[in-house]
């Protein structure tokens, strides 16, 4: 089964093209990476397939409802990590969810119950009522996953879900990715520009340059293509791209990345 498929998507903003013509097909129970740097078009596209931003041509479908003529089906059955904070610190982390769960309808006498298995699922449950301000970095994103996750959505969007933290906060949040998909079916879509973590977590990926999707398969199948002992992917992007991850990106991305940095930092 099909759970995200796009065809000739393209997002323009004036005479500038985001997103040129890109064509996927997501499985269900997929991992698959989205991979570039800044301003290669990533979060432009998980803007339209979660409906925050309209193609300007084109079509995508998320667990079969259209992105531009059914988008609020398309709300009730994605989660969605921005790249920024989406949780209240002034709020505990029970608090979020709460306030979650009312807001995507879930019936009042299952919310406790919610709540708490997702609290447990992210392992924060001893922190539930401590407010989210004195949590790490990486208790947030936790918190974030849970909270996209509580109304059990059939696709979960992560735009860069690890930016900004150390390295043993992101190996538990790729741990908790893993077993979304292994407990619970969760078709999972996320954007980075980290390849070892679309090496870890992804079946497959695709890798955008100026907006086109100029490699897609998995991590394996990209490698060998490339050849040589040891390739990484890397140098599979450098390969497709003939530019370096460090390239790309404009001044206001880059300030918005290092910004959501210090705020998880």
């Not at 997501?26 to 078009?41: D, H, K, Q, S, V």
């Not at 990533?42 to 988008?71: C, E, F, I, N």
């Not at 979304?180 to 497959?204: I, P, S």
């Amino acid at each position: 089964m099909l759970m995200v498929e796009a065809e000739s998507l393209t997002r323009c903003f004036g005479s500038f093209t985001a997103v040129s013509d890109l064509c996927l097909q997501l499985r269900a129970g997929e991992i698959f990476g989205l991979l570039g740097p800044n301003g290669a078009g990533k979060t432009t596209t998980l803007k339209m397939l979660t409906t925050l931003l309209s193609p300007t041509r084109g079509w995508a479908r998320v667990a079969g409802y259209d992105v531009k003529t059914q988008a609020s089906w398309v709300r009730r059955v994605i989660g969605y990590v921005p790249q920024v904070i989406s949780v209240d610190g002034s709020l505990t982390g029970y608090e979020n969810l709460l306030v979650f769960a009312k807001l995507y309808d879930v019936p009042r006498r299952e919310r406790r119950d919610r709540v708490e298995a997702a609290l447990r699922f992210v392992g924060l449950s001893d922190v539930a009522h401590a407010l989210v301000r004195t949590y790490s970095g990486g208790m947030i994103r936790r918190l974030e996953i849970a909270q996209s996750v509580l109304h059990r959505p059939q696709v979960l969007f992560l735009d860069e879900p690890t930016v900004g933290l150390d390295p043993v906060a992101r190996r538990v949040v790729w741990e908790q990715i893993l077993k979304l998909r292994g407990e619970q079916g969760t078709t999972v879509f996320l954007t980075t520009h980290y390849m070892e973590e679309a090496d870890a977590l992804c079946d497959r990926v695709a890798i955008m340059h100026q907006g086109r999707v100029v490699a897609l398969g998995s991590p394996a199948e990209l490698k060998a293509a490339v050849g040589g002992h040891g390739v990484t992917l890397d140098d599979v992007f450098t390969h497709y791209t003939g530019s370096t991850l460090e390239s790309g990106g404009s001044f206001r991305e880059a300030s918005r990345t290092r910004r959501t940095a210090r705020r998880l930092g």
